[in-house]
C-alpha cells in the first residue's frame, strides 16, 4: 500500500492509496466512497482485495478526508465536481494501472449512484454497488424518515449559512460536508427521481450499458427495498442482478449500511459474492 497524488482535470490534488496485486495481477479495482466516508475505511477491503489479484484505487473526494477536509469551509466543490472530476481522476488512473485485465468500479452508496456522471464510465467492465440506492426522502427506511426531514427543511438551510459548511461531525451526522455538496445531496433527496430527476439526466443513467451487481441489506438503516430498486431502475440499458441479503443467511448479527466493508464481518460476504465476480473471465 502506497499514499499518492491524483490530479483532476481541474487541476485539484486528491489524496489516495494505491494496493498492488500481491500476485498475477488479474485487474483493477476503484472503490468509490459513501457521502462523508474516508477512504481508510475500505483499506482492509483493498488488502484483500489484492490478495485476490486485484490492484486497487481507493480516493477521497475534495473537501473531504485526506483531500482538503480541514479545509471543507473553503471547499466550493458539488456533487458533480465529486463524479466528474475526481472519480473520472481515480478510474483514470485506475485505468493506467490494469493492464490487459478487466477494470471493476466498486461503488458504496454515493459510489453506485454517480456512475453516470464519471467522464470515462466507458472504460468499466463490471459494476458493483453496494447499499446503493435513491435517497428520496419519502422512500428512506421509517426509522430514517422522522430524522431527515427534520435535516432536510430545518438542519442543512439553518446550519450552511451559518457556519459556511455543514458540521456534520458535531452533530454525530455524515459528517463534515462542503456547503455545495450538500445543498445539492438535499435537492436530489427531496426529488422523487432522486439525482434522475433533480439533474434531468435520465438518458445519462440509460446510457450505462455494464452488468451491475447490487449488494443490498435487510437491515440497511438508510436504504430501503424501494431505495434499492428505485436507484437502480434508472439503469435500464444494463443488466442488473439486485440481491437482498438478509445477515442471518450469511451466519450474521448485522451488516446494515456500512457493515459489508468492515473486516471483521465482511470477509464471508466477500467470499460469497465478490469472488465469483473477480474469478469470473480474469
Not at 427543511?153 to 458535531?170: A, D
Not at 464471508?268 to 473477480?278: D, G, K, M
Request: charged fraction near 20%.
Amino acid at each position: 500500500m502506497r499514499w499518492q497524488q491524483i490530479t483532476t482535470d481541474d487541476g485539484t490534488l486528491l489524496s489516495a492509496c494505491i494496493f498492488e496485486a500481491r500476485e498475477d495481477q488479474r485487474g483493477w479495482v476503484v472503490i468509490v466512497p459513501a457521502m462523508g466516508i474516508p477512504q481508510k475505511y475500505y483499506h482492509g477491503f483493498a488488502a484483500w482485495l489484492s490478495i485476490q489479484g486485484y490492484g486497487v484505487t481507493t480516493f477521497d473526494y475534495r473537501g473531504s478526508g485526506k483531500t482538503g477536509a480541514h479545509r471543507v469551509r473553503q471547499e466550493k466543490g458539488n456533487l458533480m465536481d465529486w463524479a466528474r472530476q475526481d472519480a473520472s481522476a481515480a478510474l483514470n488512473d485506475a485505468l493506467s494501472r490494469k493492464g490487459s485485465g478487466k477494470l471493476i468500479w466498486i461503488g458504496h452508496s454515493l459510489g453506485g449512484q454517480i456512475v453516470p456522471f464519471v467522464q470515462n464510465h466507458q472504460a468499466i467492465d463490471e459494476i458493483i454497488t453496494v447499499a446503493a440506492g435513491s435517497g428520496y426522502w419519502r422512500e428512506n427506511t421509517e426509522s430514517l424518515r422522522k430524522r431527515v426531514w427534520f435535516l432536510w427543511f430545518f438542519l442543512v438551510p439553518m446550519l450552511i449559512p451559518l457556519f459556511g459548511y455543514f458540521p456534520g461531525k458535531r452533530l454525530g451526522l455524515i459528517g463534515n460536508l462542503p456547503r455545495n455538496v450538500m445543498r445539492q445531496w438535499r435537492k436530489w433527496c427531496l426529488h422523487p427521481h432522486y439525482a434522475a430527476g433533480a439533474e434531468d439526466c435520465y438518458e445519462d443513467y440509460a446510457q450505462i450499458g455494464q452488468p451491475i451487481l447490487s449488494l443490498s441489506f435487510t437491515d440497511d438503516e438508510f436504504m430501503s427495498q424501494i431505495n434499492i430498486e428505485s436507484l437502480h431502475g434508472f439503469y435500464r440499458s444494463a443488466k442488473v442482478d439486485l440481491r437482498r441479503i438478509e445477515p442471518a443467511d450469511v451466519g450474521l448479527d448485522r451488516i446494515g449500511h456500512f457493515g459489508f466493508f468492515r473486516s471483521a464481518i465482511g470477509v464471508p460476504l466477500w467470499n460469497e459474492f465478490l469472488l465469483p465476480i473477480l474469478e469470473r473471465d480474469s
